[in-house]
């Protein structure tokens, strides 16, 4: 075959399998198994579904390639030669494309099960470290707990005693410390002019160590005796209270901030009226409230909702906007956080790539929204 028609002689007209190249599908595979998990583990799991989509693509190895005619001399001499060449090696050629395409299916099915089996190593390491995490904070709280005794829980809702063990429960729904202080340093900004800043429900202390780390005074009250002496082991200053009776001791305009996260779906409607009605009361001017919940509009977030027995009710973003106007809040708004790590894939088509774009906005919505309410 003349070699100025652009292809190589050795080739006879068989697109090259060269552009798969599997060591790198490989060595990606093996990055992401090392860092999984990790920004570096995410680029990885692009790169080799990338990779593996590129090869979805070339793997059909065909004698039928496109005649290309190349400008000059050549080009013109090769053309009509070509197609000539071309059926007279086909009996030759044919036989080793069915074997490439024969290599190359069996080599992507190979790479699809290592694929898998990297997967599950990665979920099985991940699990193994949460556990791990979960049970050194569980053996902290005990450690901090200390011989005398006090009560599970002073909150006044129904359910609040509905678990044994509510540190363990929350610690397994919420994640790790480290997890829950990296999603809520979003709203440590919004209170750097706001001290003194309270935190109701404040659980382990997370965002009571970030605003300490930013120079913001706060200080936290819990209703749960485990989550105050953890807390207090962090040397954060926080008091074991129910939220509503420790707001009403408080003086009038005393408060430059309120947070509240993961907090007012606990609350019967009674009981959040009146949260809502003493945050307005206690805030000075220029006050903030900033109340996290889950977002029911999500239905991934409707099964984080119902797993915990001491919810009271899910609050539909218009529905909180509303009550904290009613509370007295001047200007209410709402931002939606934490949207899920997986989601559907654009196709290139534009209307399937619209209509998975609306599959998102519905099934795949952010799982929190944040209320944010300010005191004139």
């Known amino acids: 075959m003349p070699a100025g028609d652009g292809e190589s002689p050795g080739t006879a007209g068989v697109s090259s399998p060269a552009e798969v190249d599997v060591e790198a599908l490989v060595a990606q595979l093996r990055v992401e198994l090392r860092g999984g998990g990790t920004a570096g583990g995410d680029g990885a799991r692009r790169g080799a579904l990338a990779a593996r989509a590129q090869a979805e693509r070339t793997w059909p190895v065909s004698a039928e390639r496109p005649l290309e005619r190349r400008p000059g001399l050549k080009g013109i001499v090769g053309r009509p030669v070509k197609p000539v060449l071309r059926r007279l090696m086909r009996w030759y050629v044919e036989p080793l494309a069915a074997e490439q395409r024969a290599f190359n299916d069996a080599l992507l099915k190979l790479v699809d099960d290592l694929s898998e089996r990297l997967d599950s190593a990665l979920r099985a390491r991940d699990e193994a470290g949460r556990r791990a995490t979960e049970l050194e904070e569980r053996l902290l709280r005990l450690e901090r707990r200390g011989p005398a005794p006090v009560a599970a829980t002073v909150a ?70 485990d989550m105050v002496a953890y807390a207090r082991g962090e040397e954060l200053e926080v008091e074991q209270g129910d939220v509503l009776a420790h707001l009403e001791s408080l003086p009038d305009g005393s408060l430059g901030g309120i947070f509240a996260a993961q907090l007012v779906e606990h609350l019967p409607p009674g009981a959040l009226l009146r949260l809502l009605e003493l945050a307005r009361a206690k805030l000075r001017p220029e006050g903030l409230l900033v109340a996290e919940t889950i977002n029911p509009l ?50 290139e088509d534009p209307l399937l790539a619209e209509n998975a774009r609306r599959l998102n906005e519905l099934l795949f919505g952010p799982l929190d929204y944040a209320l944010y309410a300010h005191v004139a």
Do not use: I, K
């Open 156 to 225: 006044h809702q129904p359910a609040a005693a509905a678990v044994p063990d509510y540190f363990a429960f929350e610690s397994r729904l919420r994640g790790s410390t480290a997890g829950v202080a990296e999603r809520q340093g979003v709203y440590v900004d919004d209170f750097r002019a706001a001290a003194p800043v309270l935190d109701l429900g404040c659980g382990r202390g997370e965002f009571l160590s970030l605003l300490r780390t930013a120079g913001v005074e706060a200080r936290g009250v819990d209703a749960d005796a």
């Open 298 to 347: 999500s239905p991934l977030a409707l099964r984080n909702y119902f797993a915990d027995l001491t919810h009271a009710q899910p609050l539909v973003p218009e529905t909180l906007a509303l009550l904290a106007r009613q509370a007295g809040f001047s200007r209410v708004e709402t931002r939606f956080l934490n949207e899920p790590a997986e989601r559907l894939e654009l196709p």
